[in-house]
């Protein structure tokens, strides 16, 4: 969102200041975090229902992943439409219609299960996910301008941190709701009416998981609501539909917005899959309902490497740190698709720790130097995001033609190797 200083509102404590200090607008980075959480908490959520539906509806890997698919296609249809209205309704009103349109995506979840019924879980997840992407072009740029943009790598990389806390609480608390309500019986054994009262049973628990989320969700709309005029002096360049597509001309931002499309596409993927790897017989050898906690080990490495990268961003070249940490992920691939037992789990769920300062640091370096145009960049950057369709999909194809996790777990490992490339390249400051 392009910020420009109001000198009429220049005594506002809520004002644009032009001194390189960014948005001076106290107690409001509270409330981002609160956006950060509630997005990254719902998001991981996917991580739980893919194996809850895979069984409910006799899924191979590539149709599991459609629940990815729909879910992060709303990054490509939504990502510049939402970059659009934030600028015409402001930060704080763009994030209370992005969570209202999350409330309307929990609340489909009730027909869905009453209609056990595929495809409408998947339209509840679109439309979910739509709302997750205005919240998101709300909170990643206005995080960055609240404060110096001498540390925004930094202040970012805080933010994700709570982003990272929802994606730890929420799959934790969901993998008892949802996966320890399966049944000793499955789906494979039944049919006919059986089988759609069996899916409309065991399906229950999901609604009333995303009721609960539609719950807290109305919550934080509200705080935000009451609180949507903190920002004065607000400013937006106008711009076309296609705005930003311009800035992929730039090397630095064309490389970044590709970095972020294999990075959530290698992260949706492990994560979507993880509990099913660690049920495997050559792994943990466990039920899902049994092991299914465990997925918020992989997202907790995410919460707990963030608050130690805020720190570590301040001292190194960011880029490096993204090379280092890029490479630690494709050794722990290689270590856990080549070993088995507790080792070859833990080494899978530790790329989650590597993965921690990837999206915020690879979004900052990409952004840097784009001033007025950081909402067209914010918004090309979310459209990106829609790799986390496309790669978990190529995935899901690739297990069901090799029979393998562990051999289809390459595919990540080449999108680690391409972050590393970009880390080297923006390893020294953008100079324009």
Same mark, same amino acid.
């Given at each position: 969102?392009?910020?420009?200083?109001?000198?009429?509102?220049?005594?506002?404590?809520?004002?644009?200041? #032009?001194?390189?200090?960014?948005? /001076?607008?106290?107690? $409001?980075? %509270?409330?981002?975090?609160?956006?950060?959480?509630?997005?990254?908490?719902?998001?991981?959520?996917?991580?739980?229902?893919?194996?809850?539906?895979?069984?409910?509806?006799?899924?191979?890997?590539?149709?599991?992943?459609?629940?990815?698919?729909?879910?992060?296609?709303?990054?490509?249809?939504?990502?510049?439409?939402?970059?659009?209205?934030?600028?015409?309704?402001?930060?704080?009103?763009?994030?209370?219609?992005?969570?209202?349109?999350?409330?309307?995506?929990?609340?489909?979840?009730?027909?869905?299960?009453?209609?056990?019924? &595929?495809?409408?879980?998947?339209?509840? $997840?679109?439309?979910?996910?739509?709302?997750?992407?205005?919240?998101?072009?709300?909170?990643?740029?206005?995080?960055?301008?609240?404060?110096?943009?001498?540390?925004?790598?930094?202040?970012?990389?805080?933010?994700?941190?709570?982003?990272?806390?929802?994606?730890?609480?929420?799959?934790?608390?969901?993998?008892?709701?949802?996966?320890?309500?399966?049944?000793?019986?499955?789906?494979?054994?039944?049919?006919?009416?059986?089988?759609?009262?069996?899916?409309?049973? #065991?399906? #229950?628990?999901?609604?009333?998981? %995303?009721?609960?989320?539609?719950? *807290?969700?109305?919550?934080?709309? $509200?705080?935000?609501?009451?609180?949507?005029?903190?920002?004065?002096?607000? /400013?937006? #360049?106008?711009?076309?539909?296609?705005?930003?597509?311009?800035?992929? /001309?730039?090397?630095?931002?064309?490389?970044?917005?590709?970095?972020?499309? *294999? &990075?959530?596409?290698?992260?949706?993927?492990?994560?979507?899959?993880?509990?099913? %790897?660690?049920?495997?017989?050559?792994?943990?050898?466990?039920?899902?309902?049994?092991?299914?906690?465990?997925?918020?080990?992989?997202?907790?490495?995410?919460?707990?490497?963030?608050?130690?990268?805020? &720190?570590?961003?301040? $001292?190194?070249?960011?880029?490096?740190?993204?090379?280092?940490?890029?490479?630690?992920?494709?050794?722990?691939?290689?270590?856990?698709?080549?070993?088995?037992?507790?080792?070859?789990?833990?080494?899978?769920?530790?790329?989650?720790?590597?993965?921690?300062?990837?999206?915020?640091?690879?979004?900052?370096?990409?952004?840097?130097?784009?001033?007025?145009?950081?909402?067209?960049?914010?918004?090309?950057?979310?459209?990106?995001?829609?790799?986390?369709?496309?790669?978990? !999909?190529?995935?899901?194809?690739?297990?069901?033609?090799?029979?393998? !996790?562990?051999?289809? *777990?390459?595919?990540?490992?080449?999108? &680690?190797?391409?972050?590393?490339?970009?880390?080297?390249?923006?390893?020294?400051?953008?100079?324009?």
């Amino acid at each position: 969102m392009a910020l420009a200083p109001d000198v009429a509102a220049s005594t506002d404590p809520a004002a644009v200041v #032009e001194d390189g200090e960014g948005i /001076k607008a106290p107690g $409001l980075n %509270y409330f981002v975090f609160g956006l950060f959480f509630i997005f990254g908490g719902i998001t991981s959520l996917n991580d739980v229902i893919i194996p809850k539906l895979k069984e409910l509806f006799t899924l191979n890997y590539t149709q599991a992943m459609l629940v990815q698919f729909c879910f992060f296609a709303a990054y490509l249809v939504i990502g510049i439409p939402g970059a659009k209205l934030v600028k015409k309704l402001g930060y704080m009103r763009g994030a209370v219609a992005g969570l209202l349109t999350m409330m309307v995506g929990c609340l489909m979840f009730i027909p869905a299960s009453q209609n056990a019924t &595929y495809w409408v879980f998947l339209l509840a $997840l679109f439309v979910l996910a739509s709302g997750v992407v205005i919240v998101q072009v709300v909170a990643n740029p206005l995080i960055s301008l609240l404060g110096p943009q001498s540390t925004a790598h930094s202040r970012l990389t805080f933010a994700q941190a709570f982003n990272s806390l929802g994606t730890w609480v929420f799959p934790l608390i969901g993998s008892v709701v949802i996966l320890g309500s399966l049944a000793n019986i499955t789906a494979d054994q039944l049919s006919g009416a059986e089988l759609t009262a069996y899916r409309q049973a #065991e399906s #229950e628990a999901i609604w009333q998981g %995303y009721l609960g989320v539609a719950a *807290l969700i109305a919550l934080v709309a $509200l705080a935000v609501w009451l609180f949507r005029n903190r920002l004065q002096g607000e /400013k937006h #360049e106008a711009s076309s539909g296609f705005a930003g597509l311009d800035l992929l /001309k730039r090397s630095r931002f064309g490389f970044g917005a590709l970095c972020i499309f *294999l &990075y959530v596409g290698a992260e949706v993927s492990i994560g979507s899959i993880i509990i099913n %790897y660690l049920a495997e017989d050559r792994v943990l050898g466990q039920p899902e309902s049994v092991i299914g906690w465990m997925i918020s080990l992989y997202w907790g490495g995410a919460m707990v490497g963030r608050f130690i990268g805020s &720190y570590f961003l301040r $001292l190194f070249s960011p880029g490096k740190i993204l090379a280092f940490n890029a490479t630690g992920s494709i050794l722990l691939i290689l270590i856990s698709a080549n070993s088995s037992g507790t080792l070859a789990a833990y080494s899978l769920l530790a790329v989650g720790l590597m993965n921690s300062i990837m999206f915020p640091t690879i979004f900052s370096l990409a952004c840097e130097k784009l001033g007025s145009r950081a909402a067209d960049g914010s918004g090309i950057i979310n459209v990106a995001i829609f790799g986390g369709a496309v790669v978990p !999909l190529l995935f899901g194809v690739l297990a069901d033609t090799t029979g393998s !996790l562990p051999l289809a *777990l390459t595919l990540p490992a080449i999108c &680690y190797a391409i972050i590393a490339s970009f880390g080297i390249f923006a390893r020294k400051p953008a100079t324009a």
